[in-house]
């Protein structure tokens, strides 16, 4: 038996560290993924710039070019219709090249249809460059949430598969801020100095993604083991960690869970042979749900009109009573300062609060935002003097809209569409989803100007409002919840979320019947 020690404690005690009796601690975040995780959603930047500078570029281009509504709606907007091609390119190209090339050919594509946009010398030439520009947005889009999803721990997935929104709304606010300060040249330079510097980011990104690793479950599907397991050992966060999540790669790729070889051959399956029929032509009851989920979310994203506010701010404003264009371009960068700090508070809840209740949060903000702006709006089209409560309510519900989007709706659509789907399905799931939400957007930013003509500006947004309640309702009766879970365990998730709904449905039928029972045995005694 041991004796006391001088201190008077038992010799088992005294030989045990302070930090021996500390409580246990959450596991520190991952700082070689959160890194790469913020150097493939730079990519996202690309979109954010050319949405939030084409909003101010585009009165500058209407003066030069005495360009009619019509023609603007279709530069403005067809940039969202033109992601489509890069889109659909890049769920093929990051399965054949690699996630981590597929974000250098992004670069390259954006670059050059960036510098064609800044040279233009008529309209032509500028719908060719946003032509160009965005083939190069798309492949961003798509390429940026899909790897970050692949590359992160289960327990920060959410955090850094919302950092392609961050970027997107970072970059927003960089395209506002670059009108304002090119506004002070010439009319004819400044436009093109604004579209022109886009190129800037597209060089930075390109050179930095020599950096990264490729994506551990893209080089499972290579058969490169060895070389997974080395980035896994780095983006876990326990050697334990990296055991499974390799393990679950390997399953899901259909190589034994005892091949510890460091290459091996897989059937190649990374071109997109049968996933496309897999997905729409014979899913099974999970995998259509995963689609239905997973695509549904994008096209609620967009119809809710996040790009007509974002696009159309200075006009917004406009019909809401501020003339001056000073003053306009300095409103829209107070839009774009709310929208990046409430995305950035989203990032931390994400993990902590869940996907669910921040996602039906957000969209129920987003209702009343829509509902008070389109009253506004409606009030100033009916009055025949400047109003100063609704101008300042216009101004405050654009403001809420933007921040009830980004705390939920706008990361969470990323979020969840990069890590929903199964691994032989997620490059071409994912993109059909980017696919739908630019064909959206597309959609309403090139007819936007036209809808409010028709039934009026706050007409448009009471619209707005009801397609957003509508998306309230899907997700509350589709969406499970998916915080903390590996992205090997989302069919088993929601083929048991099917199953649930089915128990509901039962016992429902099983209440109904018994309900219809009873009342009939109640109406036999009442007549005997």
Not at 2 to 14: E, F, M, T, Y
Not at 38 to 59: E, H, K, P, R
Not at 273 to 298: A, K, M, N, Y
Request: charged share 15%.
């Amino acid at each position: 038996m041991a004796g006391p020690n001088v201190d008077g404690l038992p010799s088992q005690i005294a030989e045990k560290a302070i930090t021996d009796f500390d409580p246990p601690k959450k596991p520190k975040k991952n700082k070689y993924a959160m890194a790469c995780a913020i150097l493939a959603s730079m990519t996202s930047v690309l979109l954010g710039y050319d949405f939030g500078v084409m909003s101010g570029a585009a009165i500058f281009i209407k003066k030069q070019f005495k360009l009619s509504d019509v023609k603007m709606e279709i530069l403005v907007g067809t940039l969202s219709i033109y992601c489509l091609v890069g889109s659909a390119a890049a769920g093929l190209t990051s399965d054949w090249i690699g996630r981590r090339y597929t974000i250098v050919v992004a670069g390259v594509i954006f670059f050059v249809g960036a510098l064609l946009m800044g040279l233009a010398t008529n309209y032509a030439f500028l719908m060719v460059g946003r032509f160009v520009a965005g083939v190069g947005v798309g492949y961003a889009l798509l390429i940026a949430p899909v790897y970050t999803a692949e590359l992160s721990p289960a327990s920060i997935r959410g955090f850094l598969t919302s950092f392609p929104e961050v970027f997107i709304n970072g970059g927003i606010l960089l395209g506002y801020v670059s009108n304002y300060a090119f506004s002070k040249l010439p009319d004819h330079l400044g436009w093109r100095f604004m579209l022109g510097i886009g190129a800037i980011p597209s060089v930075f990104m390109t050179l930095v993604v020599l950096a990264m690793p490729e994506s551990p479950r893209w080089l499972v599907m290579q058969g490169r083991l060895g070389d997974a397991k080395q980035v896994l050992d780095k983006t876990s966060d326990t050697p334990e960690e990296a055991q499974l999540r390799l393990m679950d790669i390997k399953e899901a790729a259909g190589i034994p869970e005892d091949c510890n070889d460091d290459i091996v051959k897989v059937q190649k399956k990374s071109h997109g042979e049968g996933v496309w029929r897999e997905l729409f032509l014979h899913p099974t009851p999970t995998v259509r749900h995963i689609l239905i989920c997973g695509v549904g979310i994008h096209f609620f994203q967009q119809a809710s009109g996040i790009d007509a506010v974002v696009l159309y701010s200075p006009r917004i404003f406009e019909k809401a009573g501020i003339t001056s264009s000073n003053d306009l371009l300095l409103t829209t960068i107070a839009v774009g300062s709310v929208k990046t700090m409430f995305i950035l508070v989203a990032t931390f809840l994400l993990d902590k609060v869940g996907r669910r209740p921040l996602l039906l949060s957000s969209v129920g903000g987003m209702i009343l935002s829509l509902l008070a702006l389109g009253m506004g709006l409606s009030v100033i089209d009916h009055s025949t003097k400047k109003l100063n409560w609704a101008v300042g309510l216009c101004i405050t519900s654009v403001m809420a809209y933007v921040a009830t989007f980004s705390i939920g709706m706008g990361p969470i659509t990323w979020v969840y569409s990069s890590e929903i789907f199964p691994l032989r399905l997620r490059a071409q799931g994912t993109s059909a989803g980017v696919a739908v939400n630019r064909v959206v957007s597309g959609v309403i930013s090139t007819t936007f100007l036209s809808l409010y003509k028709a039934i009026s500006i706050g007409g448009a947004f009471f619209l707005f409002a009801a397609i957003a309640t509508v998306a309230w309702l899907f997700f509350f009766i589709c969406y499970p919840e998916t915080q903390g879970r590996t992205l090997e365990d989302m069919e088993v998730l929601f083929g048991h979320f099917i199953k649930w709904r089915q128990v509901l449905k039962e016992q429902k039928k099983q209440e109904n019947k018994t309900t219809s029972g009873n009342n009939g045995q109640i109406q036999l005694g009442t007549k005997g």
